[in-house]
Structure formats: C-alpha cells, structure tokens
Antibody, heavy 116, light 110 residues
Framework: EVQLVESGGGLAQPGGSLRLSCAAS????????MHWVRQAPGKGLEWVSG????????IYADSVKGRFIISRDGVDNTVYLQMNSLTGEDTAVYYC?????????WGQGSLVTVSS | QAGLTQPPSVSEGLRQTATLACTGD????????ATWLQQHRGHPPKLLTY???SRPSGISERFSASRSGNTASLTISGLQPEDEADYYC???????????FGGGTTLTVL
C-alpha cells in the first residue's frame, strides 16, 4: 500500500528555518511529481511546491518563492522541503502528496508552528 | 495566486442529493478539468475523483463529477451521515504555472 510519511515539523521562531521530509513507500517517488500542500489552522488547502520525477523542475507558490526549496533523494525515496525566513503565516499542517494528474495519495501531515 | 471559487457551505437532507460547484476559468478548470477531494476533520484529504471525472478504486459510486465550461461539479447522491466533511476542488493552472485549490465547501447532512 502506498504510504507517505512526513516528519520534521515543530516550533520555529520567526525568521528561522525548518526542513520537512516525506518518506515514500510501496512506490518509487521518482515515478511521479511530488508536492507539498499546507493547511493553516481552520483554513483551506494551499498548494506550496512541487518537484518533477528526476528533480530537474521545481515549482513554487508565490507566497513561498525565494524562501522554500523543494528537493528529492531518489536513493532514499524521500522528498524534502527546506523552509527559510519563516513567518507566522507559514504556520500550518504540511502535507506531502503524490501527483499523477491528481493528488492521489497524501501523508498524514506535519505541523509547523512559527512563533516566538 | 488566485484560487477556484466554491460556496462555503451546502446543506442537504439524509438520503438526498447534494451538488457542489467549483468555478475557475479557461486556464484551469476550463482547460484540463478539476479533481475533487474530501477531508474529514482532523484527517488528510482523500481523492474522490480524477481530472477525467473517474473515481479511484474504493470510492463509492454515489460520488460523481462533471464539468461544464469553467465550472466543475461534484454530485453526491443518497447522502449519508459520513458524507459530512469539507470538499475541495483543485486544478492545474497553465497561466499561473501552479496548482490552485478552491476554498472548500463544508457539507452538512441534515
């Protein structure tokens, strides 16, 4: 069964950094685009970033462009999201999702809280 | 980045039919269609329909999707208590070169 497991969330100070990981199992993450989608408390879903099969193409929402970096490790079957210059507006549950034209598998999410 | 438009809430009676709408434009919904996701409180989203309106394995036939122009629709027939959830549409926007989501519709089964 396809599984996506996020880790690395927690508390960060404004201006600080965190790195999220998404470990994939039962499929090769390099066979599909992988994305990060976030959900602020009580709010809707917001697409954050995506990376193509071999990591050669990355895309970002305007709200995180220049601050977040998505990457992938084909050997470890893991996708990462390096988050820098964090602000309170980045507080959210961050989901990792597989995309094959649709977001068909999602992880359980990792909570990121930005607060002093 | 602009998103898709969904009504914030819809209410329908038990065993009735609910139709949820998602409006975009020719660069997203009107271009390649939309997908629909269901999210119960405290849980991650779950895919209900693909962009071609078909359903993944295991999704009830009570859920059906369609599209007319720039508006996508999700119809849920024979409403059950467990259908109470938030429903999101999403689509690839070729102009923004980004994925966009609707704001979500909270479905209440009366």
């Amino acid at each position: 069964e396809v599984q996506l497991v996020e880790s690395g969330g927690g508390l960060a100070q404004p201006g600080g950094s965190l790195r999220l990981s998404c470990a994939a199992s039962a499929f090769t993450s390099s066979s599909s685009w992988m994305h990060w989608v976030r959900q602020a408390p009580g709010k809707g879903l917001e697409w954050v970033s995506g990376i193509d099969r071999d990591g050669s193409q990355t895309i970002y929402a305007d709200s995180v462009k220049g601050r977040f970096i998505i990457s992938r490790d084909g050997v470890d079957n893991t996708v990462y999201l390096q988050m820098n210059s964090l602000t309170g507006e980045d507080t959210a549950v961050y989901y990792c999702a597989r995309e094959l034209g649709s977001f068909d598998y999602w992880g359980q999410g990792s909570l990121v809280t930005v607060s002093s | 980045q602009a998103g898709l438009t969904q009504p914030p809430s819809v209410s329908e009676g038990l065993r009735q039919t609910a139709t949820l709408a998602c409006t975009g434009d020719g660069n997203n919904v009107g271009d390649q269609g939309a997908t629909w996701l269901q999210q119960h409180r405290g849980h991650p989203p779950k895919l209900l329909t693909y962009r071609n309106d078909s359903r993944p394995s295991g999704i009830s036939e009570r859920f059906s999707a369609s599209r007319s122009g720039n508006t996508a629709s999700l119809t849920i027939s024979g409403l059950q208590p467990e259908d109470e959830a938030d429903y999101y549409c999403s689509a690839w926007d070729r102009s923004l070169h980004a994925w966009v989501f609707g704001g979500g519709t909270t479905l209440t089964v009366l």
